[in-house]
């Protein structure tokens, strides 16, 4: 029987809403339910499986985490502080975050993909607040960087290679678990936000602390409320992110290959 101990993963990648068809293109994998993981929280939105994955990517030994716990969820706002630690005690050096999101750009509509080059953080909370970890990292560690300039560049590289037409721009998350209202969006495109959602920003705070490297990309399911005629819904996110997924995954495996 295959533990934990035994892999020795290079890169971790996230799967958010709708995106866990990434799992199935692993070579051999091992999979570990998370209720089976100390420590490790237990999903409860659908889209999101509860499963660490560990295998190969084209050739790269990978985490793929099958699942996250958002804030809206309730409990730890730093849920998603053991998983990202045991990943960096494996020893992978990068994490490569996934989500679906809702745009703020007309014409970055449902089914593009759009790698984030920084976030804006208006869930209200830190997944680091409380005692610090200084045998993991500082008490105040910078996010000059947070999304790694060298690892931006191969999603770009990735995506030129494969003719995939791949936006860049900046993503908000909110605490939700409503979606936005009108009025917020044109607020959230005046200071600079270009993707809406509700993840992302604390594995990318907890990745940064821990001193792994990030990437990531948002699956873009809707233009955000008060852009489009659909009305928002969780049933549209995971329709739409299915159509996304088909381009991430062909994104990811080339990131994979070349990293």
Known sequence: ??????????????????????????????????????????????GHGGTLHMGELNGLPVAVFQGRKHIYEGGDPGAMRVPIRVLKTLGAEALLVTNAAGSL?????????????????????NPLTGPNDDAVGPRFPSLRDAYDPALLQRLRDAAHTLDIDLAEGVYLATAGPTFETPAEIRMFRTVGADAVGMSTVPE????????????????????????????????????????????????????????
């Open 105 to 125: 750009r007309a014409e970055v509509g449902p089914g593009r993909l759009m790698a984030i080059s920084d976030h804006i953080n208006l869930l209200g909370v």
């Open 204 to 259: 990318v705070i907890l990745a940064r602390h821990a001193g792994l490297r990030v990437a990531a990309v948002s699956a873009i399911t809707n233009l955000a409320e008060g852009m489009g005629g659909e009305e928002l819904s969780h049933e549209q996110t995971l329709r739409n992110a299915e159509v996304a997924a088909r381009d991430l995954i062909r994104l990811v495996g080339k990131f994979a290959e070349d990293y």
């Open 1 to 46: 029987m295959r533990r934990l101990e035994d892999f020795t993963p290079r890169l971790g990648i996230i799967l958010g809403s709708g995106l866990g068809g990434l799992a199935d293109a692993l070579t051999d994998p091992a999979r570990f339910p998370y209720a089976d993981l100390d420590g490790f929280p237990q999903p409860t939105v659908a």
